[in-house]
């Protein structure tokens, strides 16, 4: 194909410019209210309270220990290298989140624009990635980056590697192993990436065995650090199962999930930080619907493919979609889904596959029918999806108005209600506390921090009795609980039982011998009752456990 003229190129080069920066302007105007978050929820684990992070060292550790919660190295290093920047103060962290976003909105814009041959269904295409209000979980919170990252290595990755195809050189390819690699190194999420090359593949010509050769060190790749990660986050589970469910229900509740993502995908309202659970029962014949219901549309897309009834893109967008959601569709435990079995950002790198089909869609209807009255329905779509992520965003202002706004999206969510509840009782509002430590008991009636929690806000409310009735509860639901041990010998204590307060206590530090707290309040209670030599060694250990850094 001859060169353009240097003027067209010239405008080519300036419309390309202006398009840019208006996805840079509409990302910038709707993630406002995310640069003003601050952090919420397990944002002290990952960040503010990370010993790691915090480290002067912290980058072997990061990299050649077992200390972090999850193996993701490249993720962890960039929060090590942030802290040092902006410390405690959360504005420079969500301004990286913001600008790592945006990042992933031009990467994928300059791939669509090369892989499709049509300009402004590849715009659209990235307009709506950039807007989707699906998305603010992973930007406006800052545990999320991880998403981020291994999103912008993810695309890097795609391109090297379509570069490769197109006849580039061989280093193409092994740039885009070296992007996958950094981006399992930031998420495990993104290990179906070999799945979506072979893919790319498929869709110019049919699958050989040197086409499977070249695809097999991305497979080694995805194979050696999933097995990290799943040993990361087993570690990080003390051992135990997430959920106990079994393989039919699990891949019922997957199909059922894909259908949730899909339909937020295409509608995304109602959204919320924790979904509700749900119980899947396979003697339910609602539960195989969803199943049936993704075999049957993934066939006829197959038979309308092809017989040239249908393009191949609709087919290719559809696995694609599946595809990139299997790691979080709860095959394999992930410890978010002890709170909900699905969540927003989970489906981040899986809706590129809907907003792409949903432009090529529009671009479709628009020349079929060319009425100027259809070309404005792109413009109210994207102020519309701008304006639900303007108030998605306006969610992660602060951790109480996260739990707030989940609670009114999801008033069982038990997790909001016990953090909020905890909030409330370091502020002294003790009676509001108490409605949310029993709101989280009624929807998960087990919860034995959440008794132990209620326990403590009865006693400051002086209920005594009632206290003690959820200490012993979270005794008998969990045994080796020992602050319920240690609030429970305190009420026993004001009551004036003081064999069984020091039974409680005794118990509490065998179980927890690191507690500063439980050997204190054994000495005070032996120190009482004349037991002096004995409460000397007990204040001296929780002394020295006090001075541990």
């Excluded at 998420?187 to 799945?195: D, E, R």
Aim: glycine fraction near 8%.
């Amino acid at each position: 194909m001859p060169a353009p003229p240097p003027a067209d190129a010239a405008a080519s080069r300036a419309r390309r410019f202006g398009a840019g920066v208006a996805l840079g302007a509409l990302v910038l105007a709707a993630y406002l209210p995310a640069l003003r978050g601050g952090f919420v929820w397990d944002d002290d684990a990952t960040l503010t309270r990370n010993p790691v992070v915090a480290a002067s060292d912290g980058l072997r550790r990061i990299w050649l220990t077992t200390e972090p919660r999850d193996y993701w190295p490249v993720t962890y290093s960039g929060l090590w290298a942030e802290w040092r920047l902006w410390g405690p103060h959360p504005l420079g962290y969500h301004a990286v989140s913001v600008a790592l976003h945006l990042a992933t909105v031009l990467l994928l814009w300059g791939l669509l624009r090369r892989v499709w041959e049509d300009p402004p269904g590849a715009w659209l295409a990235a307009a709506l990635f950039a807007l989707h209000p699906v998305n603010v979980e992973s930007v406006a919170w800052v545990t999320q980056q991880k998403n981020l990252l291994a999103m912008l290595f993810y695309l890097a990755a795609i391109h090297a590697f379509w570069r490769a195809e197109e006849g580039g050189r061989p280093g193409w390819r092994l740039l885009a192993l070296a992007a996958f690699g950094l981006a399992m190194l930031s998420k495990g999420s993104v290990a179906m990436l070999p799945f979506v090359f072979l893919g790319m593949i498929r869709w110019r010509q049919p699958l050989t065995r040197r086409d499977w050769g070249r695809i097999a060190p991305f497979f080694v790749v995805a194979f050696v650090l999933v097995a990290v990660n799943l040993w990361f986050q087993a570690q990080a589970a003390g051992g135990g199962e997430v959920r106990g469910d079994g393989l039919l229900p699990r891949i019922l509740g997957a199909a059922a999930a894909g259908w949730f993502y899909l339909c937020h995908a295409l509608w995304p309202t109602h959204l919320a930080f924790i979904y509700p659970d749900w119980q899947v029962r396979a003697e339910g014949w609602r539960w195989w619907l969803p199943l049936a219901a993704a075999l049957a549309a993934t066939g006829g897309l197959a038979w309308a493919a092809a017989r040239h009834r249908l393009g191949r893109g609709a087919l290719f967008a559809w696995t694609y979609f599946w595809a990139a959601l299997v790691p979080v569709l709860g095959f394999v435990d992930v410890y978010y889904m002890r709170y909900s079995p699905v969540a927003d950002h989970y489906q981040h790198l899986a809706i590129i596959g809907v907003v792409v089909w949903v432009a090529a869609g529009w671009r479709a209807f628009v020349r079929r029918f060319p009425a100027r009255g259809f070309r404005a329905v792109p413009v109210f779509v994207l102020a519309w999806l701008g304006i639900l992520t303007w108030r998605q965003g306006l969610n992660y202002r602060d951790s109480r108005t996260l739990y707030l706004a989940t609670l009114r999206a999801n008033p069982r969510a038990w997790l909001a209600h016990f953090n909020l509840g905890e909030a409330l009782l370091e502020e002294g509002r003790v009676s509001e506390a108490i409605g949310h430590f029993e709101g989280a008991l009624r929807a998960k009636p087990d919860y034995f921090e959440a008794r132990n929690n209620l326990g403590i806000a009865l006693a400051e409310a002086n209920r005594l009795p009632e206290a003690a009735a959820q200490f012993e509860a979270a005794v008998r639901l969990q045994p080796g609980y020992a602050p319920a041990h240690v609030n429970l010998g305190k009420v026993w204590l004001q009551e004036r039982r003081a064999a069984d307060a020091i039974a409680q206590f005794r118990e509490a530090v065998r179980l927890g011998p690191d507690s500063a707290d439980a050997h204190r309040a054994l000495g005070v209670v032996l120190n009482a009752t004349g037991q002096a030599a004995e409460a000397r060694q007990e204040f001296a250990a929780a002394a020295r456990l006090d001075r541990r850094p």
